[in-house]
């Protein structure tokens, strides 16, 4: 197994870093580094899931490619004879985007097909999800009648917040809003069509949007396992919660160590253990050769 990629550091150009990925500005256009770091409850764990953003910029690859038609998107090349010379990296490959500056919209545009998660916990406390009126009965993971926008502020730090979609139109403006709206619940169908053809069930996902030219262009990771809920179809089953490809897996550890006092959800993460490390990469791996129809490149 490879080691994780947990920090780059090209010092000729400026590095803004996130949870993940590592954005350097090369004036005109950025280039996105997807490391392996993983961060659950808003908080970096200690140590990476190895191989992880080689598997998340694969997938967004796949992702923006095939879905093209519905919104244009900010990539211009994954390939590293397009960055400058000190990014071409043997340990680059596969996790390196080069992508158009865009003014970033500050909306999650999160889509719910299925009820789970915190929409099922706000579901079952009020019968609605952000604002929208649900019908009475459903079942934890049921599939939706159809589905539905449930945007949230873009933190830049602690967690985003549900906003309903009257909220979205007074921050971006109403026809903007109804675009991020109407791409958004498009996107996902489209998406969740395809996945299904491959045994793999989108329960949710979120998309970030930004400005470039006074177009709006779809950005950032789309479609992964850090951004999306992924459940296999073949054990498919409502009424409870469901296994998966993501990284709920890390989730359900740390909230089980939350539970015992070993840890607060306050930095710094703790180091994941060992099981919890391979189950992860496992996940993401199945997921990929799933959706891409090959192994992930060595």
Not at 43 to 60: E, F
Not at 102 to 128: F, H, K, N
Request: with cysteine; proline share 6%; charged share 30%.
């Amino acid at each position: 197994m490879t080691r994780p990629l947990m920090k780059t550091n090209i010092q000729e150009y400026p590095c803004k870093r996130g949870k993940v990925r590592d954005i350097y500005d090369l004036g005109d256009s950025l280039a996105i580094i997807a490391t392996d770091r993983i961060s659950a409850f808003d908080v970096v764990m200690a140590n990476g899931i190895p191989d992880k953003g080689r598997v998340l910029t694969g997938i967004t690859k796949f992702w923006l490619e095939n879905l093209s038609l519905v919104s244009p998107n900010h990539c211009l090349s994954t390939e590293l004879k397009d960055f400058p010379s000190v990014f071409q990296k043997p340990e680059f490959e596969g996790r390196i985007m080069l992508c158009q500056k865009a003014e970033v919209l500050s909306i999650e545009c999160v889509v719910r097909g299925y009820i789970t998660g915190s929409g099922w916990q706000d579901y079952q406390r009020t019968g609605e999800i952000c604002g929208l009126k649900l019908p009475s009965g459903l079942k934890e993971c049921e599939k939706l009648p159809e589905p539905i926008f449930t945007p949230a502020t873009k933190a830049e730090s602690g967690h985003d917040e549900n906003i309903s979609f009257k909220e979205v139109c007074k921050i971006v403006g109403k026809r903007r809003g109804v675009r991020l709206r109407d791409w958004s619940l498009c996107l996902y169908v489209m998406a969740h069509q395809t996945a299904l053809k491959k045994g793999v069930i989108i329960a949710d996902t979120k998309f970030e949007f930004g400005v470039v030219n006074g177009r709006i262009f779809l950005i950032d990771e789309v479609l992964t396992p850090d951004s999306s809920r992924f459940w296999p179809f073949d054990q498919y089953q409502p009424g409870r919660g469901q296994p998966s490809f993501d990284k709920q897996f890390v989730r359900d550890y740390l909230q089980e160590l939350c539970d015992k006092g070993g840890w607060d959800k306050t930095p710094p993460g703790p180091k994941l253990p060992h099981y919890v490390v391979d189950e992860t990469r496992k996940k993401y791996l199945n997921l990929y050769k799933l959706l891409i129809g090959k192994e992930l490149p060595r």
